[in-house]
């Protein structure tokens, strides 16, 4: 199975920036299917990007267009580059591998002014 670790949480002002990071014990292959989730306090965790793959991204309606999703094979290590970020942004961001089903622990991101 699969470990992953998150970084890169923090607090930032509306309209900023962050880079989450989420690095895997072994090698993700390119069949892998990656994922970011999110949790908001007293709501479901829900999907926010995921890569298969280089090329093959999906996003979450509400982060289109500001948060991109990445794969560096060579470091074994997914990104979400965020972008305009709002106080709804706010959440424990997850990472997830489909390969066994693994989760990371989570790093916060807290939006305000």
């Known amino acids: 199975q699969v470990r992953l670790a998150e970084s890169g949480g923090g607090l930032v002002q509306p309209g900023g920036s962050l880079r989450l990071a989420c690095a895997a014990s072994g090698t993700i292959f390119n069949f892998d299917t990656m994922a970011w989730y999110r949790q908001a306090p007293g709501k479901e965790r829900e999907p926010v990007a995921d890569i298969t793959g280089a090329r093959n991204t999906n996003y979450a309606d509400s982060v289109k267009g500001r948060f991109t999703i990445s794969t560096d094979y060579a470091k074994n290590t997914i990104y979400l580059q965020m972008n305009s970020l709002k106080p709804e942004d706010t959440a424990v961001y997850y990472c997830?591998?489909?390969?066994?089903?693994?989760w990371g622990q989570g790093t916060q991101v807290t939006v305000s002014s």
């Open positions: 997830w591998c489909s390969r066994g089903g693994s």
